[in-house]
């Protein structure tokens, strides 16, 4: 009995030369299985991070295709429902012709043929570039009247970006950690230079879209863990 359980297989055992990665196994208060816990977690064996970089890209990027195409079809639609609801507000045209032309391009970029390669910093790129100018168009729906940052739709966007870019496009923790932050960084200047310039407010918006932006990314962190234990399983 107990030579089978000696036998039981554990975790990747051996990268792909048959050596077997440093830390697997290891179970201490700043590692589990061969993976280094920190803020940016990675594998403690250098060529087994290698081949996990490798493995993320190429498994992820028909994902990151296909998230931009669902976001795409996520500010038409809130094009169409600030037609209905606001149709005198011509800053929600900007969407149509700002914001989805920056999704588009995005989209473009990932069929060439360089493009995998460096797809990850070019999308995080672009997400904030989307973010910028879904921010200024909310802020120009403001002043028309309209359901803009200030209200709870200029929340609902920022809590969107940030899962987009922390969990839904696919990206890589330690890519998306400073997009969101430059993410968070414009919301706030938005909101303190739009919404509540007054000190108190101000800290009142910057507590809450603070939660959001942690909660994401502590999302984000425990996503791309279970992914490399599942790439260790396997």
Request: contains cysteine; hydrophobic residues 50%; proline residues 3%.
């Amino acid at each position: 009995m107990a030579d089978d359980m000696n036998d039981t297989p554990t975790l990747k055992e051996k990268t792909d030369d048959g050596t077997v990665p440093t830390g697997i196994g290891d179970h201490d208060a700043f590692g589990i299985d061969g993976i280094a816990l920190g803020l940016l977690p990675r594998f403690k064996d250098v060529r087994l991070e290698r081949q996990f970089e490798v493995y993320y890209i190429d498994y992820y990027y028909r994902f990151a295709q296909a998230s931009l195409c669902i976001g795409l079809l996520l500010i038409f639609g809130d094009f169409l429902v600030d037609r209905l609801a606001f149709p005198g507000a011509a800053t929600n045209l900007l969407r149509i012709t700002v914001a989805m032309p920056i999704l588009g391009a995005a989209i473009a970029y990932s069929f060439f043929s360089h493009a995998r390669e460096h797809w990850q910093p070019v999308m995080g790129g672009m997400l904030v570039t989307l973010a910028l100018s879904l921010f200024w168009i909310l802020y120009g729906i403001d002043r028309e009247g309209g359901m803009g940052l200030r209200s709870w739709v200029g929340v609902l966007n920022f809590t969107f970006i940030e899962f987009y870019i922390f969990v839904i496009l696919g990206l890589r923790f330690r890519v998306a950690l400073p997009y969101g932050a430059l993410i968070l960084g414009a919301f706030l200047f938005a909101v303190h230079h739009g919404v509540a310039a007054q000190p108190g407010m101000f800290a009142y918006w910057a507590y809450h879209v603070a939660t959001v932006f942690l909660l994401a990314g502590g999302i984000g962190w425990w996503r791309e863990l279970l992914i490399r234990k599942d790439y260790l399983a396997r």
